[in-house]
């Protein structure tokens, strides 16, 4: 390997592989809200089952690694830049004995090489080149930076060769690549494969399993640098020692007492109790002190950590704190009571620890949903004559009672989301007639069942957005026109819609509604919110169940199941396939192959998302990111290079590209769509 500062090589690997289009990746660092320790405690289940399981809850944050990720036909090379600036460079011929060998010497990018070593090992791929351009991310912070590098590594191999690996089996890959080094870890570190989320890890033995936490209450901590000295590999050896000599203060903390704890914390969260949270933190921090500062006192007394936790001014901006990592003097955080809080804390400790140096990071974990930005296709005609001017215009009675314009149950669908702005795309040609429109909008405020009531008053409009009070939301017409924007596409095509939004889209992910049908839940949460509530930063689709019957008019999803089996990791997309590629698991129309010679898995559906229908099915809903705009750029000019060929690109060959390069999840969605002479029917017959 090639280590230092000497800089070219990335560049000169990108000219031998013929400088490839890049992937561009990022993966964020971990933090351990609570549960330090149980990851490798639980794992002694595999000897003696009489152990406690582990429980930790850990998330990702904000702060990470960016990458651009290439193929490379032979070698694997790396340029890493750390987050004071400093920049390294790797270059190695792909070869797993040589890759382990660098893993196991140690140094700057052996946790890189261990992981290359077991992809080569196990996956028919060449090379690969990662330009690690930017890290936000400290070092030796108690953060897994080392864990986000493994991640990244096993996350580019994916992404590159389409290997169709789960976030778990990155995540695997990452801690056996990571084990391989000198500087062993436990296996909550690779929890940032999961992204910005908090996430329950339960260890039995070799058995992991993890949970999605959802919070109501977004979390402020702050993450202090205590600069000072600790010895992680003091504290873990004896403390391992400890456990396997039976020590019982020792097992209790790790099992029992932690498993207590965790609950605790985890029915805080879920009922947005951050007071209690803080009050569990500093519980945790006692009785870790209580427990296992005897088997390690010479690390685990800390006294800079303790005089920081135990500091009176700190006290009116926290609801608690405790130490991070193996703890002893390395890092603290602490749980602020607001964003303000935050902010105040950093300055105060900077201030009050001036002298030792003490630096602080912001950390921010849940809350408010990044979608702000909705793309509803209005430019549908369906299968009803009558639509010339599209679906959207078509007038349709909500479940509120109330006449409208199919197009404002759309736009109150992302409103009720917190979309912030939204942007219908529309036949150029009735450009003035939406515009209007949404002039009208909240004008008549009474719903029908007042004229029925033999009022007398004049029935609204058909086409007219009648809506009590302006709808659900409370907006004047001058209100919405601030929030909806209409664009006129040239063609009725799903691609043509996002082409046409691509400069108001900006750099945000965005919720893309397929206006041409009715979309209807069956619980008190919008199916647009469904997607929004469950979007984690990697594209999502919306999926329904649906006969064999279906298939050959719909596009079709195949993928596993994600560990909680609340969302399908989208293995392959495939557009109105023939019943030829029915496979037997459900929600699956293919079995393939890939070329490394182990069958790709199939998702086997979880038992509470079993269903009748044979055939996961595109939903017409979902949350993309603006990577799709340069897929669909490069679709096109593949589609009409030299060939003469006019066929507009596939939506779902897009979408396929980008779960390629980004990863794409599925959520079946409570609720069903409906076509418009369906939502008549239906209508008549149930008198609503």
Sequence with gaps: PVLGKKMGLVEQALTEAGHPPPVELFV???????????DWAGGYRRFDTSIEKGYCIVSGIEKGIYARVYPHPNKFVMRSVT?????HEFELVFDPPALRETARNGGFFSYAAGVAYYIGTYYRVQGAIIDNYKTDLPVQKGLSSSAAVCVMTARAFNRVYDLKLSARGEMELAYLGEITTPSKCGRMDQCCAFGNNPVLMTFDGDHLETEIIHMKEQLHLVVVDLKAKKDTEEILGKLNKAHTDKNEDVRNMLGPINKKLIEAAMK??????????????????????KHLIPACPGQLTAPVLHSVLEHAALKPFVYGGKGIGSQGDGTAQFLCKSKADQQELMQVIEREFKQQGMSCLSVTIGGRSPVRKAVIMATQTGNFPAAATGFGMLPVMDSDGVCKSAVFLYIEDALDCGIEEIIVVVDPTFLPVYERLCSMYGKNTQPNASTSAGSGSEPPSPTSPSTTTGGHYNLTAQELAKKVKFV???SSEPVAALEAANKLVGDDPFLFIIGDVVYRSSTHASCAKQMVQNFRGTPLV????APKELVSKSGVVTGAWNHSGDLLEVQIFSEKPTLQLRSSPPASPSRQTPDNGCESPTAQTPTHLQHHGDFLTIFGMYILTPAVYSIIEQLNTNTNNGTGNTEPTSLVAAMDKLRAQQGFEGLIIDGNRFEYLQTMAVINHHGE
């Design 268 to 289: 805080a969260m879920g009922h947005g109790s951050l007071e209690t949270l803080g009050k569990t933190m500093e519980q945790f921090q006692a009785e870790f002190d």
């Design 28 to 38: 964020p660092g971990r933090i351990c809200i609570l549960g330090e320790h149980s």
């Design 83 to 87: 987050d004071t600036g400093e920049s």
């Design 488 to 490: 006129g596409a040239a």
């Design 542 to 545: 919306g999926l329904q169940w």
